[in-house]
T-cell receptor, first 117, second 109 residues
Framework: GAVVSQHPSWVICKSGTSVKIECRSLDFQATTMFWYRQFPKQSLMLMATSNEGSKATYEQGVEKDKFLINHASLTLSTLTVTSAHPEDSSFYIC?????????????FGEGSRLTVL | QKEVEQDPGPLSVPEGAIVSLNCTYSNSAFQYFMWYRQYSRKGPELLMYTYSSGNKEDGRFTAQVDKSSKYISLFIRDSQPSDSATYLCAMRNDYKLSFGAGTTVTVRA
């Protein structure tokens, strides 16, 4: 099946620094990618929709200036957590739909665990 | 009220038992229904994908959708310890998924 790759899988940073997470679709092109956040023992919450060549669409309550999303190519979207704080520590997961019109299945990356000290 | 309700469990069953999971939803616009399996510290893995009401079988897994009742189920037959994971239901009417809270399942050897 389709593969979505995330990097890094695990990152620790100091409070106030910025962290960039990459999401790549390895064997298909994705004009749209989704970024989710998952806190321990909770479900995935959609943060934003990344659109290739245009601005991302953020869900209500998600600070667009804090979570910068760039979708520069059809296979790469990046999420930058700016001025990270301990409350930003979470599991960030990206997903991308395949182009199949009838299914549009979503495939998820392996996730990136961010710990802010 | 959440759009998707799922009992978080945990659910513990002996090896070989049938695991029964379910979700209810409130948005009648949902058209696609999915079950994902998530191991600890990993991204979700798609297990089953259904579009219409009825049953869909794939090996030991059976997914059921009842749109009239807004209720979906996942059954795992002959459960194995390797099935121990968190199972998330998800549904959508476009590409935006709404997830259940996930049910943590442990299959005891």
């Amino acid at each position: 099946g389709a593969v979505v790759s995330q990097h890094p899988s695990w990152v620790i940073c100091k409070s106030g620094t910025s962290v960039k997470i990459e999401c790549r679709s390895l064997d298909f092109q994705a004009t749209t990618m989704f970024w989710y956040r998952q806190f321990p023992k909770q479900s995935l919450m959609l943060m934003a929709t990344s659109n290739e060549g245009s601005k991302a669409t953020y869900e209500q309550g998600v600070e667009k200036d804090k979570f910068l999303i760039n979708h520069a190519s059809l296979t790469l979207s990046t999420l930058t957590v700016t001025s990270a704080h301990p409350e930003d520590s979470s599991f960030y997961i990206c997903s991308a739909p395949t182009a199949a019109a009838n299914t549009g299945e979503l495939f998820f990356g392996e996730g990136s665990r961010l710990t802010v000290l | 009220q959440k759009e998707v309700e799922q009992d978080p469990g945990p659910l513990s069953v002996p090896e070989g038992a049938i695991v029964s999971l379910n979700c209810t939803y409130s948005n009648s616009a949902f058209q696609y229904f999915m079950w994902y399996r998530q191991y600890s510290r990993k991204g979700p893995e798609l297990l089953m994908y259904t579009y219409s009401s009825g049953n869909k079988e794939d090996g030991r897994f059976t997914a059921q959708v009842d749109k009239s009742s807004k209720y979906i189920s996942l059954f795992i037959r002959d459960s194995q310890p390797s099935d121990s994971a968190t199972y998330l239901c998800a549904m959508r009417n476009d590409y935006k998924l709404s997830f259940g809270a996930g049910t943590t399942v442990t299959v005891r050897a």
